[in-house]
């Protein structure tokens, strides 16, 4: 819906201007006048869509190309509501003879763009009228409108697409989020099953538990090498032959002299 403070005047009128191709015999009524006189009654009494069969019978009987009549067709399909039509209806009065009336087709074409919120085109079309008529004060009081509601359309686009890019944003935001939380739900849950493991005591091969007060540490070796054990025996056998000789050395009688502890 269009903003209350911005209207555009929408001034649509039946073109009147008749070109009589077929002259008849003196007396004789003009049926293409006839015609084009009873469709402009319509029109004026708000029947638009007697008023365009009217304008379509007078076009395809009489004159195929009239652009007055093309006009008109236009006008029609305007008040209806059907805006494209009656924009392709209005493009067939360009290049008339008569400047005015060209010029009103664009304007006309302005209206229906406007209507139809192509407010570009609406902006096109009055800018062409008011070159073919300088004159047209709505002309240029539509198009100061029209351009108006082109850049509240413009703005309006371009808030709808930040906030589509926001949106996404958000969005992507929340599923990295989500990703890490997987992440470390997954790394705590590896970090749990190593402490299990860790925790487990030790067994031997037969399947019994094995002390160790300390797990980093290694268990030493209870058992020597051969030639550990060999070299460990030739010193007790060496220290026990000394222990022999000394006790040679001792007197075996007799009491001993026992220094006075000063």
């Known amino acids: 819906m269009m903003n209350?403070?911005?209207?555009?005047?929408?001034?649509?009128?039946?073109?009147?201007?008749?070109?009589?191709?077929?002259?008849?015999?003196?007396g004789w009524m003009n049926p293409y006048r006839e015609r084009v006189e009873e469709g402009n009654?319509?029109?004026?009494?708000?029947?638009?869509?007697?008023?365009?069969?009217?304008?379509?019978?007078?076009a395809a009987v009489f004159d195929?190309?009239?652009?007055?009549?093309?006009?008109?067709i236009g006008n029609s399909w305007y008040k209806q509501g059907d805006y494209q039509k009656?924009?392709?209806?209005?493009?067939?009065?360009?290049?008339?003879n008569d400047v005015l009336l060209e010029a009103k087709a664009h304007y006309n074409i302005g209206n229906a763009s406007f209507e139809q919120e192509d407010y570009a085109g609406a902006i096109e079309a009055y800018?062409?009228?008011?070159?073919?008529?300088?004159k047209d004060e709505d002309a240029k009081y539509n198009l100061e409108i029209a351009r108006k509601k082109l850049k509240e359309q413009l703005d309006k686009m371009k808030n709808q697409q930040r906030s589509q890019?926001?949106?996404?944003?958000?969005?992507?935001?929340?599923?990295?989020?989500?990703?890490q939380g997987q992440e470390n739900q997954e790394q705590q849950q590896g970090e749990k099953e190593q402490d299990k493991e860790k925790k487990q005591p030790e067994q031997s091969e037969?399947?019994?538990?094995?002390?160790?007060?300390?797990?980093d540490q290694p268990q030493k070796e209870v058992q020597l090498s051969r030639?550990?054990?060999?070299?460990?025996?030739?010193?007790?056998?060496?220290?026990?032959?000394?222990q022999r000789r000394e006790m040679l050395r001792r007197p075996s009688g007799g009491s001993y002299t026992v220094e006075k502890d000063w």
């Open 86 to 96: 009656a924009i392709e209806e209005y493009s067939r009065v360009f290049g008339s």
């Open 165 to 179: 890019d926001q949106q996404q944003q958000q969005s992507q935001q929340q599923e990295q989020k989500q990703e």
């Open 4 to 26: 209350s403070e911005l209207f555009i005047h929408r001034r649509v009128v039946p073109c009147f201007t008749l070109c009589v191709a077929v002259m008849f015999f003196a």
């Open 127 to 134: 800018v062409r009228s008011l070159k073919l008529n300088n």
């Open 41 to 58: 009654r319509q029109f004026a009494a708000g029947e638009y869509e007697k008023a365009l069969g009217i304008y379509a019978d007078a």
């Open 64 to 72: 195929p190309e009239s652009r007055e009549l093309h006009f008109n």
């Open 227 to 242: 030639e550990d054990a060999e070299r460990l025996l030739d010193r007790l056998q060496e220290d026990e032959a000394e």
């Open 206 to 215: 037969s399947g019994e538990e094995v002390e160790n007060e300390n797990p």
